[in-house]
């Protein structure tokens, strides 16, 4: 080549350095998309072999070109691109480079790098070289014009001297990993053809499915910038990545987690946002595990992403699942009514499949046999999602790959945890109608004992007393309380002398429950003693005194003081007297406290009845309890409670107990305090 002339980049070689790097395939597709924003219409890249393999790379193109006069200012100017005064070319295609930074990404691939570039001038074609080189960055150097009589416009790029052997140079993996960065503008503008070593993508060919979802926007200096994710499905490619793309879907860089749980599918998610480019133009996108905003974005895309899969997975299965149903072996009859059937109609699906497609006898199997299999899956998956995991690893069998595949999808959230969180609230909610009639029935209450069957029943249900309570001390000495209370604060103190009642007797804690309090300091804590008085008992002056004296056991006793600790007394049974209806009616305090103090230490006395705090509780699972679209029936309940404490509920409730059809007990009990 002889040279003319050479010419300065005006910026330090060592930002040019940082420039020409990255990944193989993202440099080649900035040469594709050089070749793209001169509105080419052909775009053909080449891998040439020698004698040590492939040591060439070449894209054609026939665009405009780069005039003469134009090529010296274009190069040595970086961030003056002429496209960042452009939104679309000449030809009406959206533009994607604009900093001027694409042509030194070429350098990524090889350390010599030659631009063969023919215009058309006043009726005649002009042909000029251009040439640069990895160490000396800064630096090109330019031919003189000449005038040719046969040609076409466009630009030859020639690169050579190889940086290393990149997987990129195999045809068919240049196919895989371009056609994701590529496939978007392509199906915009069908009339442009890109040419991987002879073969030409055709995204109507290798496209399968695309939907576009638009997601919340994100606020950011005071403006509103929307956001979309796009998925696209491929055929053949097992591509799986998400990029973050500006507002026309040019891809600026992967995200960089995968998505897990989506099966064999092949895809590539774009996450398009003018937001996404600002973040890119001021090199803050690489850090997007570091922007609250990409995190959430990521968040509901990531959702978006497996909802859409998990949808795929059942459709890609109607055939079979509308076989079964024809052979009435399908263990569902109609169509799901709430959000948890569906949950659970989708585990069973796709669990289904699996056995259908990994178990090659399965589909042979008689339709009796069949259907008791589905029978026993649906039980399972009812049950607790969790159960499945051995269906998986010791039944189906499956390999490893696919029983991970097949544990991440089931793990997801929009299944196994509304499946679980469904079957949390159905426990709670037929535990808290179980022990209504328990309570206020008046065949069950009578032989229901305080000690050895209430008060075991309660002290496994600690949630019924408030979130996050965890059972601290079970019937145990005031002594006892101290040592659990001394061990949550971590203190040093040497307990030696017995904690006494003002009286001077030992007061024996029927259930102390503790939770820390997420507020400045790890030992703030809050406990909760709780004495129970068997259902036929009503709440009066002994009771009141009893508690007291716990209360101010604690109170006067050194030991207890500890910072910012809150204790709540509670004495608890079905009714009140009199008397404690007086002490209840103290303006001072507010409804159900009998006593508040906040030296020596923080304390309040309680007098509860129960079917307030049945009712409490129900409140707080109205919400889910209507989502769920879930009823409590007193057969549900009464079962309930007999099978899971049986030891605790022996000789009150009997199998004729359980009645067949009793009617619904809804929520709230507010009125049963006979």
Known sequence: MSVAKKFKVEVKRDHLSQIASGSPELALAEMIWNALDADSTTVDVRFHEGPLGVDEITITDNGTGIPYGQAESLFEALGGSWKARRQKTDAGRFLHGKEGKGRFKAFV??????????????????????????????????????????????????????????????????????????????????????????????????????????????????????????????????????????????????????????????????????????????????????????????????????????????????????????DKVYPYEDEPSSPVEVAERQMFDIVAININENLPDFDETDKKTKAFQFRILRQAVEKSPEDLQV???????????????????????????????????????????????????????????????????????????????????????????????SELLESDVVIHDPVKRIDGRTGIVDLMMSRSIPRNHANELEHLIVELKAPIVDVGEKEIQQIKSYAFAVAKDERFKGLDTIWHFWVLSNDIDEYAEMELNQERYENGVIYKSIKPINLTIWVKIWSQLLQENKYRLQFIREKLNYNIDRNDALTYLRKTYAEYTEGVISGDSVEPDTGIIEGSETTRQA
């Not at 570091?290 to 909802?307: E, F, G, H, P, R």
């Open 109 to 326: 691939l090889g350390r010599v790098v030659e631009w063969k570039v023919t215009y058309k001038a006043n009726g005649r074609l002009k042909l000029y070289t251009i040439e640069g080189r990895a160490e000396s960055l800064d630096e090109f150097s330019i031919t003189d014009e000449e005038i040719i009589e046969n040609g076409k416009t466009g630009v030859d790029v020639r690169i050579i001297e190889l940086s290393k052997k990149f997987h990129l140079l195999d045809k068919e993996k240049a196919l895989e990993r371009l056609t994701p960065l590529l496939a978007l503008y392509l199906s915009n503008y069908p009339y442009v053809r890109l040419i991987i070593e002879g073969t030409a993508i055709d995204p109507n060919e290798i496209i399968r499915n695309r939907q576009k979802f638009d997601l919340e926007p994100v606020e950011q200096d005071g403006v509103s910038y929307p956001v979309q994710l796009e998925i696209i499905e491929w055929n053949e490619i097992k591509e799986r990545e998400v990029w973050f793309c500006d507002d026309k879907g040019f891809p600026l860089e992967p995200y960089n987690r995968q998505v897990r749980g989506i099966g064999e599918f092949g895809f590539n998610a774009y996450l398009k946002s003018e937001f996404f480019q600002h973040l890119h133009s001021i090199n803050q996108l690489g850090l997007s595990e570091l922007n609250s905003k990409v995190v959430k974005i990521c968040d509901q895309a990531t959702k978006l992403i497996k909802d859409y899969f998990l949808k795929r997975t059942i459709e890609s299965a109607k055939d079979q699942l509308n076989k079964w149903k024809e």
């Open 391 to 485: 269906i998986i690893n010791e039944v189906l069998q499956l390999p490893k790959k696919k029983q991970e595949q097949l544990a991440e999808l089931l793990k997801d959230v929009s299944l196994s945890g509304i499946i679980s969180a469904s079957k949390l609230v159905s426990d709670r909610l037929k535990f808290l109608s179980g022990l209504d009639l328990l309570l206020f029935d008046d065949d069950l209450k009578k032989h229901l004992k305080e000690r050895s069957q209430l008060h075991r029943i309660l002290a496994e249900n600690t949630w019924i007393f408030g979130h996050a309570f965890s059972l601290s001390v079970d019937d145990k000495s005031l002594t006892e309380v101290l040592r659990k209370h």
